[in-house]
């Protein structure tokens, strides 16, 4: 009689040990989703940064304001900010750069209940006089 117990005591034992083992798999799984997630939004952010700076490298976008836009789908709820600053430097002449600025950019976007974001910052030209 007490080795069928202790065959059930055996057997509960292995069932446990294979849930924990499931469960943790089941972790691990929902882990590398989150990370292949948020490695895609980063790669957008990434998209969307540098199609900015082709913007205001092209002239498409001023420099001499400071803009904070909203983006529309596919991008809802992300928000890029636009700073730039008069570069405040002179050549070997002693003479100030003119239509040189330091522009900071600054993209904002909720995932998973937590804000992320990605900031570049680069010299560029002003097109226009």
Not at 31 to 45: G, H, M, P, T, V
Not at 56 to 71: D, F, R, Y
Request: proline share 5%; hydrophobic share 40%; glycine share 6%.
């Amino acid at each position: 009689m007490s080795r069928r117990g202790f065959v059930l005591l055996e057997v509960l034992l292995a069932v446990a040990i294979f849930a924990i083992g499931v469960i943790t798999l089941g972790r691990c799984v929902s882990n590398c989703i989150a990370a292949e997630q948020l490695k895609a939004e980063s790669d957008r952010a990434r998209q969307v940064l540098e199609n900015r700076v082709a913007e205001i490298q092209s002239g498409a976008v001023p420099l001499t304001k400071e803009i904070t836009e909203h983006l529309k789908a596919p991008f809802a709820g992300w928000t890029l900010r636009q700073k730039a600053i008069p570069l405040d430097r002179k050549n070997e002449l002693g003479q100030p750069f003119q239509g040189l600025f330091t522009v900071t950019l600054d993209l904002t976007w909720p995932s998973h209940g937590q804000t992320n974001s990605r900031t570049v910052t680069f010299y560029a030209q002003s097109t226009t006089p």
